[in-house]
């Protein structure tokens, strides 16, 4: 099992508990971005950086990732496509995405671009909690421990 990050939007909080868990479970952890940043010194971790346009990181993500790795992401395509290819995918605010609720997460994001696309103004996700933060770091606890 390898680890794959969709770097770009990651919150710094929830990198640094991924390299906390890398290095604690030695589990391979790449993180995709197609601009330039610092992760921990670990054999466990490698920085991939990508070059910049639409979806490159999540397209190379999606290449990599294999049966049983584990992405994070906040993005519900790049979710629903590793979960279609048999990968797990985990949001930063520590909701597991699953082949029976990616659909309905897929279908809430398109409606709320239609809304958008309409004029409709609509506010952007809340600021990342605490309990979203334990709710991250519970829930990457619990897939390592069954997975790895």
């Known amino acids: 099992m390898k680890i794959w990050v969709d ?13 906390r868990a890398a290095d604690r479970a030695n589990i391979m ?3 995709l971005a197609n601009h330039p940043m610092r992760v ?9 950086q990508v070059e910049s346009g639409f979806d490159v990181a999540d397209n190379e993500i999606v290449k990599r990732a294999q049966v049983g790795d584990l992405v994070i992401t906040a993005d519900i395509p790049l979710a629903d496509e590793v979960i279609t ?6 949001s930063p605010r520590g909701e597991m995405l699953t082949k029976h ?11 709320m671009d239609t809304l ?3 004029g409709m ?5 809340d600021k990342l909690s605490s309990q979203d933060k334990q709710a991250f770091a519970n829930q990457l606890d619990s897939f390592i421990a069954k997975h790895k």
């Open 101 to 111: 609720n990616i659909k309905q997460r897929l279908n809430m994001r398109d409606f």
């Open 116 to 118: 958008r696309a309409s």
């Open 7 to 19: 770097a770009d939007a990651c919150p710094a909080v929830v990198k640094e508990i991924l390299f």
């Open 40 to 48: 921990a010194n670990s054999p466990f971790i490698r920085f991939v």
């Open 85 to 90: 290819k048999g990968a797990f995918a985990l």
């Open 29 to 31: 952890t790449t993180l």
């Open 121 to 125: 103004q609509t506010k952007g996700p």
